[in-house]
């Protein structure tokens, strides 16, 4: 059996975000990143900047942050993700338990 410090170290909830760049405004990308994050099971939202990248924040464990990560690099079919940037960030408890389109700065 594991000690108890490990398993409560993999339920900690995490918050991340990503800054994507490339041809990803315009072809669906905020979609694909929504889907990509309720089927992992992670809160967070997605927005377009004004600046032509989109920008993901999520908050969940390590391994779902890490798959996310992986779901943004490769990008729905008409995007072309050129770089995925990953911050380390606050956690904002209010967008834990669900994942929204926003709109865009």
Known sequence: MAPA??????QAKHARRFYV?????????????RDAAEKIGLG????NLLDGRV???????????????????????????????IEIAELFPDFAST?????GD
């Open 5 to 10: 410090h490990d398993s409560e170290s993999s």
């Open 21 to 33: 760049s490339g041809q990803v405004q315009g072809v669906g990308y905020r979609y694909f990143a």
């Open 44 to 47: 967070g939202y997605v927005r």
């Open 55 to 85: 920008e993901v924040y999520a908050i969940g464990g390590r391994a779902q942050l890490d798959q996310l990560a992986a779901d943004l690099k490769r990008g729905p079919r008409h995007a072309f993700v050129e770089n995925v940037a």
């Open 99 to 103: 994942f929204t389109i926003e709109l």
